[in-house]
């Protein structure tokens, strides 16, 4: 294909890091509430795009949820620094369980550093933005795919029935990689070729402006023992990545709602890094195979020598130029019947968070570890009942981005990985993403096969069981009617 004359991409980054005794975690069998100290670094990573007429920005963040709200707080931050409208903003969390605590629970020791250290990210979101629009320069644009198996189906039943988070190889699963590289169009310097004037298009000795990264799988390999802050698989990832080809990795979490870590719930940090660094890995051998194994060859001409020695002109594929389209939207989907009553939902929380307190008062570790679970179930019940109480419909907030043959969709739910693959396989655009954890987050969105099994997952989602559907359907007429605007 013919490389892009359109898009120009620049990225900016800061480092994030919350206090480290802040409020942290939330699972409902940890036994601390703040914090003990940072492993790595939490980033928010900016990646600008534009072509010219229209920009947009897209937010990676290392953290658990952005709620809407705090995704609205960021996107207008951003907005109000480079002057890009909101509706081109997208603002993504990695959704590591090992950050900061998104919302006030159970858990009220280092919650008065949550507001500051978001109004923080707003700004270090901002900050980044402007690095990015700053650094825009002309790319070409290549994508590629490959696989690595640190994830699985995550629901579990025992023989008996009961349900449980683990590791199901027989459910589904995605295991695709997907990569796209934005390389400097402009930039030449430092290359070698054996043959002077004779090799096409070699774009091999320069680091990419940017790496973008998509998949699937819940940052859950620390669990409720660790008490330290990290960025989980996604950070390790990145490192690695950028050890290997250069440039920036950004990272956009997949359809994970029902996918999580062959190794979770861990305490030691050696297992995160280990898992990440084998992603990591793997994105570096898409990304370099990209521009190191050329898409075609032509043959040039047989030198004699020993043997016959065969040299080629090599061509690097590059993905056509398209105008860049940003489009959001909100899709209703219907929810189900028999949501928690706010009246009943804020008893029981109330129950159980009194009784938690008692438990620590009198350091009973028995009774702690029990109301502490119940705590953080009926925590949830009681947020589905202020979220979404009385209604029959919610909407989702789905945003759009389009180039070439790409297509990068996200919404503010934990989509189910079939959800994920079904818009992938038929998505007009040959190389599509979903992701969860965009510009906020609702709840999880099983599919109706999974919803009628019940568990973690289905048990805590507000959504009824056509809701997958709807949103499917729906999106994939929005990149149809985009496919065929090009």
């Given at each position: 294909m013919s490389t892009s004359p359109l898009l120009s991409a620049g990225t900016g980054?800061?480092?994030?890091?919350?206090?480290?005794?802040?409020?942290?975690?939330?699972?409902?069998?940890?036994?601390?509430?703040?914090?003990?100290?940072?492993?790595?670094?939490?980033?928010?990573?900016?990646?600008?795009?534009?072509?010219?007429?229209?920009?947009?920005?897209?937010?990676?963040?290392?953290?658990?949820?952005?709620?809407?709200?705090?995704?609205?707080?960021?996107?207008?931050?951003?907005?109000?620094?480079?002057?890009?409208?909101?509706?081109?903003?997208?603002?993504?969390?990695?959704?590591?369980?090992?950050?900061?605590?998104?919302?006030?629970?159970?858990?009220?020791?280092?919650?008065?550093?949550?507001?500051?250290?978001?109004?923080?990210?707003?700004?270090?979101?901002?900050?980044?933005?402007?690095?990015?629009?700053?650094?825009?320069?002309?790319?070409?644009?290549?994508?590629?795919?490959?696989?690595?198996?640190?994830?699985?189906?995550?629901?579990?039943?025992?023989?008996?029935?009961?349900?449980?988070?683990?590791?199901?190889?027989?459910?589904?699963?995605?295991?695709?990689?997907?990569?796209?590289?934005?390389d400097l169009s402009e930039s030449g310097a430092g290359l070698r070729p054996a043959l002077p004037g004779h090799v096409k298009d070699l774009p091999y000795c320069e680091s990419p402006a940017a790496t973008l990264v998509s998949y699937a799988c819940h940052p859950t390999i620390m669990g409720p023992a660790n008490r330290l802050?990290?960025?989980?698989?996604?950070?390790?990832?990145?490192?690695?990545?950028?050890?290997?080809v250069g440039g920036r990795c950004v990272f956009l979490q997949g359809a994970a709602g029902n996918v999580g870590p062959v190794q979770g719930f861990q305490a030691d940090l050696r297992v995160y890094r280990q898992l990440g660094a084998?992603?990591?890995?793997?994105?570096?051998?898409?990304?370099?195979?990209?521009?190191?194994?050329?898409?075609?060859?032509?043959?040039?001409?047989?030198?004699?020598?020993?043997?016959?020695?065969?040299?080629?002109d090599a061509e690097f594929a590059a993905c056509a130029g398209t105008p860049l389209r940003v489009r959001q939207l909100e899709i209703s989907v219907p929810l189900r019947e028999g949501l928690p009553e706010k009246p009943v939902a804020l008893e029981k929380f109330n129950h159980w968070k009194a009784r938690l307190q008692d438990a620590r008062a009198q350091n009973d570790p028995v009774a702690i570890t029990e109301a502490t679970v119940m705590a953080r179930r009926a925590d949830l019940?009681?947020?589905?009942?202020?979220?979404?109480?009385?209604?029959?419909?919610?909407?989702?907030?789905?945003?759009?981005?389009?180039?070439?043959?790409?297509?990068?969709?996200?919404?503010?739910v934990e989509p189910f990985c079939e959800i994920g693959l079904a818009v992938k396989r038929q998505s007009p655009f040959?190389?599509?993403?979903?992701?969860?954890?965009?510009?906020?987050?609702?709840?999880?969105?099983?599919?109706?096969?999974?919803?009628?099994?019940?568990?973690y997952e289905v048990d805590n989602s507000p959504f009824g069981p056509a809701a997958a559907e709807c949103l499917q359907h729906a999106i994939l007429a929005v990149l149809r009617e985009l496919s065929s605007a090009n």
């Open positions: 980054r800061r480092c994030a890091n919350p206090p480290p005794n802040i409020a942290h975690g939330s699972w409902g069998a940890q036994k601390h509430e703040r914090a003990e100290g940072i492993d790595l670094d939490l980033w928010v990573t900016a990646l600008a795009i534009s072509d010219g007429a229209t920009t947009a920005l897209i937010l990676d963040v290392d953290i658990q949820i952005l709620t809407n709200e705090r995704a609205d707080q960021i996107r207008a931050a951003v907005s109000a620094a480079t002057g890009v409208p909101v509706e081109n903003i997208r603002a993504c969390a990695t959704h590591t369980h090992s950050g900061p605590v998104p919302y006030k629970s159970w858990i009220e020791k280092g919650y008065e550093l949550v507001g500051p250290w978001f109004d923080d990210l707003a700004r270090w979101s901002a900050e980044a933005a402007v690095e990015a629009m700053a650094g825009l320069r002309p790319v070409q644009v290549r994508a590629g795919r490959g696989e690595c198996h640190i994830n699985a189906n995550r629901r579990c039943a025992t023989p008996e029935g009961a349900r449980f988070l683990g590791i199901n190889r027989e459910g589904m699963c995605d295991h695709e990689v997907t990569v796209v590289r934005f802050i990290t960025p989980d698989y996604p950070g390790a990832m990145k490192r690695v990545v950028e050890a290997a084998i992603l990591g890995h793997e994105v570096a051998k898409i990304s370099l195979a990209l521009t190191g194994v050329p898409a075609s060859v032509a043959l040039r001409e047989i030198i004699p020598s020993g043997a016959p020695l065969g040299c080629y019940q009681l947020r589905m009942a202020d979220d979404f109480g009385g209604r029959s419909t919610a909407t989702v907030r789905t945003h759009v981005i389009t180039f070439g043959d790409v297509a990068l969709v996200g919404c503010n040959p190389v599509t993403f979903l992701c969860g954890y965009t510009n906020g987050r609702m709840a999880y969105l099983p599919t109706a096969d999974e919803w009628a099994k019940g568990g």
